[in-house]
């Protein structure tokens, strides 16, 4: 099923009303397909991963490459979820957090983030007493390490493919010991192999074959009961390569849930969908 009504606006607003908190004054809008998606689960945590640069029409033209973040699509949710200008990484994962408009967040750079009085849906939670981190590179965790409760900077010193592992490793972490409740990761292979390292469309399979393959990782490794919202900021931007994503402006939208190893058992943690 596709449905083609919503924007990157509307995913922080989503998270906040199934965490029964608000974003104040927000230009988006709750996909409330995803709301009722929930209801019948016992949520004890959300995942927000951002997959940098990758657009529906990259996206449907990677076919099977991507196998295991289609089944994903196919089991839960997917929406074509329209990006907004400038379609660049930081404003646009600032728009997709807060929910807010870039000309209302006016992040437009990693060092418009230590400042800011705008909060994003993972500062609004941990206010709310609802753990929330980020994994994210160290610059970015750095902005936000006194806005979040867990903040991990990961530098990216031993390649862009061992730095996306490392996230996916650092999350599962952060989840399993730190109880966080909401989570924020940023996947950056296949926009860093466009901007620097992609000499033919081999590449970037390449690149996306690591996507899937950390996503399934990822989805294998989360013991409970998890929402999993999976988009991007951006389709491809680098100019060399913009024609493999030039026509839609539009990036996925994954909404999947994954049951946790205890569920159909008797557990008396508290989720995030009962937490009232
Ligand atoms: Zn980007």
């Given at each position: 099923?596709?449905?083609?009504?919503?924007?990157?606006?509307?995913?922080?607003?989503?998270?906040?009303?199934?965490?029964?908190?608000?974003i104040?004054?927000?230009?988006?809008?709750?996909?409330?397909?995803?709301?009722?998606?929930?209801e019948?689960?016992?949520?004890?945590?959300?995942?927000?991963?951002?997959?940098?640069?990758?657009g529906?029409?990259?996206?449907?033209?990677l076919?099977?490459?991507?196998n295991?973040?289609?089944?994903?699509?196919?089991?839960?949710?997917?929406?074509?979820?329209?990006?907004?200008?400038?379609?660049?990484?930081?404003?646009?994962?600032?728009?997709?957090?807060?929910?807010?408009?870039?000309?209302?967040?006016?992040?437009?750079?990693?060092?418009?983030?230590?400042?800011?009085?705008?909060?994003?849906?993972?500062?609004?939670?941990s206010?709310?007493g609802?753990?929330?981190?980020?994994?994210?590179?160290?610059?970015?965790?750095?902005?936000?390490?006194?806005?979040?409760?867990?903040?991990?900077?990961?530098?990216?010193?031993?390649?862009?493919?061992?730095?996306?592992?490392?996230?996916?490793?650092?999350?599962?972490?952060?989840?399993?010991?730190e109880?966080?409740?909401?989570?924020?990761?940023?996947?950056?292979?296949?926009?860093?192999?466009l901007?620097?390292?992609?000499?033919?469309?081999?590449?970037?399979?390449?690149?996306?074959?690591?996507?899937?393959?950390?996503?399934?990782?990822?989805?294998?490794?989360?013991?409970?009961?998890?929402?999993?919202?999976?988009?991007?900021?951006?389709?491809v931007?680098?100019?060399?390569?913009?024609?493999?994503?030039?026509?839609?402006?539009?990036?996925p939208?994954?909404?999947?849930?994954?049951?946790?190893?205890?569920?159909?058992?008797?557990?008396?943690?508290?989720?995030?969908?009962?937490?009232?």
């Amino acid at each position: 099923m596709v449905l083609m009504t919503y924007t990157q606006l509307d995913i922080a607003p989503t998270i906040a009303h199934i965490l029964d908190i608000s974003i104040p004054h927000h230009d988006g809008k709750e996909i409330w397909e995803a709301i009722r998606y929930t209801e019948d689960k016992n949520i004890k945590q959300i995942l927000l991963v951002i997959i940098d640069g990758i657009g529906v029409t990259l996206y449907n033209k990677l076919g099977g490459t991507i196998n295991y973040v289609k089944k994903l699509s196919q089991d839960g949710l997917f929406f074509e979820c329209e990006s907004l200008p400038p379609r660049i990484t930081t404003p646009n994962i600032g728009t997709i957090l807060t929910g807010y408009t870039p000309e209302h967040h006016l992040l437009y750079k990693v060092a418009d983030v230590f400042y800011t009085p705008i909060r994003s849906v993972l500062e609004i939670a941990s206010e709310n007493g609802i753990k929330s981190g980020i994994v994210i590179e160290t610059m970015g965790a750095k902005s936000m390490s006194n806005r979040v409760d867990v903040a991990i900077g990961v530098e990216n010193t031993r390649g862009i493919v061992d730095y996306d592992k490392r996230i996916i490793n650092l999350a599962l972490k952060a989840f399993k010991l730190e109880n966080v409740m909401l989570m924020a990761i940023h996947l950056r292979v296949i926009d860093n192999c466009l901007h620097h390292y992609a000499e033919s469309w081999e590449d970037v399979i390449y690149s996306a074959t690591t996507i899937d393959g950390n996503i399934k990782r990822l989805v294998d490794g989360l013991s409970k009961s998890t929402l999993l919202f999976i988009t991007s900021d951006h389709p491809v931007h680098v100019p060399k390569w913009a024609y493999i994503d030039r026509d839609s402006i539009n990036v996925p939208l994954i909404i999947y849930h994954k049951h946790g190893y205890a569920d159909g058992t008797k557990k008396s943690d508290r989720g995030v969908t009962n937490k009232v």
